[in-house]
């Protein structure tokens, strides 16, 4: 689970099923959230632990991962 291109590469063949052309951008953001979201010294993806927040006037292209907590006010 610590090998992310590994993981990347599970993430790129499901998604391109359903978005297709955005494969690439959306694996590696995926993996990040995944990655980022599993504890130290565990196994097991703690699904809870990842949100996605929409901010008004973006685009797909403008997604980022954060790790941590975000407040939008």
Do not use: W
């Not at 955005?22 to 990842?50: F, H």
Request: include cysteine.
């Amino acid at each position: 689970m610590e090998d992310g291109e590994e993981v990347r590469m599970c993430m790129k063949s499901a998604i391109s099923s359903k978005q297709f052309g955005l494969e690439d951008l959306l694996s590696e953001i995926i993996t990040k959230a995944c990655l980022y979201s599993i504890p130290k010294g565990s196994r097991k993806l703690q699904v809870d632990n990842i949100r996605v927040v929409k901010i008004l006037g973006g685009s797909i292209q403008d997604s980022e991962v954060v790790r941590g907590m975000v407040i939008i006010r």
